[in-house]
């Protein structure tokens, strides 16, 4: 990692990285939170992802789209 010029995170950061991305690429929770082995999809909603704005803003986007039309 110091070679990559990466920052050094742990492994529970890496998950939380991991499941925030996997989220915003549009992977559904139920997919992400059984990758993270998690036995209930809360647990992977309430602790692993995080609402970044780009995914608040992609979300009241799409929405609009289907009120308002494209």
Known sequence: MR???LPRI???QL???WATLALEEGIPLKVVSEILGHAKISITGDIYSHVRPAMQED????VAAVV???
């Open 10 to 12: 742990s492994f529970h």
């Open 59 to 62: 979300a009241t986007t799409r």
């Open 15 to 17: 998950r939380h990285t």
């Open 3 to 5: 070679r990559s010029g």
């Open 68 to 70: 308002f039309g494209p």
